[in-house]
């Protein structure tokens, strides 16, 4: 039975992933900002552990984990947790970028060092779900998407440094996907929120399951998702 570590498993992706781990009765330790929100998540997925820690507060998240405890290995650590705000470069303040870049990429990067050890004893997997806004930047996306641009280079740079320890490093970059992220985004454009047009939370799932599925002799280094109609 493998055992996950997952960000951002209360709704989207992060939902989708956990519940299909869950359901095919894999160990998941579910990461919560604090100690209501970890209640919320453990009972929506019977069985499941929970770790406390506010990834908007990444200086804190050694002293938060220093005092949970934390299994000896690890086979995958799934960064799918992030925050977005949206806004001109004249407007965004010094608040809006230290969140976002922050909690989409200090985060990952410290929770990352935390928990490599129980990684590479397991040669295990970290996916980080990025962002089309990772490969490219559009007016008004300069803060999010320096966040991702950020975390695709931590991503590359983690992925040789842990090459000879046997841990597999994978970016997932979907397009616009229903999620709750998505509804404020919408709303933030002035435009309809309309599901069809986007990707469902259950087909990048799909894709993030297939990597940590690939027998050990591949690997998937990145991986674009976007929308199908």
Do not use: C
């Amino acid at each position: 039975m493998a055992t996950h570590l997952i960000t951002g498993a209360g709704s989207g992706i992060g939902a989708a992933v956990a519940r299909r781990l869950h359901e095919r009765g894999d160990d998941l330790l579910l990461f919560a900002r604090d100690a209501g929100r970890a209640k919320e998540l453990a009972a929506g997925l019977p069985g499941a552990r929970t770790l406390v820690g506010d990834l908007a507060t990444p200086d804190r998240l050694s002293w938060a984990l220093s005092h949970q405890s934390l299994p000896d290995r690890l086979d995958s650590l799934l960064h799918i947790a992030g925050i977005v705000d949206l806004g001109t470069v004249g407007d965004l303040t010094p608040k809006a970028w230290h969140s976002q870049l922050n909690v989409n990429l200090v985060a990952p990067a410290e929770l990352t060092r935390l928990v490599l050890p129980q990684l590479r004893a397991s040669e295990g997997q970290v996916i980080f779900v990025n962002s089309g806004a990772g490969l490219s930047a559009s007016a008004e996306w300069s803060a999010y998407a320096a966040s991702k641009h950020g975390l695709k280079a931590l991503a590359d740079s983690l992925r040789q440094e842990e090459k000879p320890n046997g841990v597999r490093v994978t970016s997932v970059y979907p397009g616009r996907t229903a999620s709750p992220m998505q509804v404020k985004i919408h709303q933030h454009e002035g435009k309809e929120y309309d599901t069809s047009r986007l990707i469902d939370p259950e087909s990048v799932a799909t894709m993030i399951i297939a990597a940590l599925d690939l027998p050990r002799d591949a690997q998937i280094d990145d991986v674009t998702v976007r929308p199908g109609r």
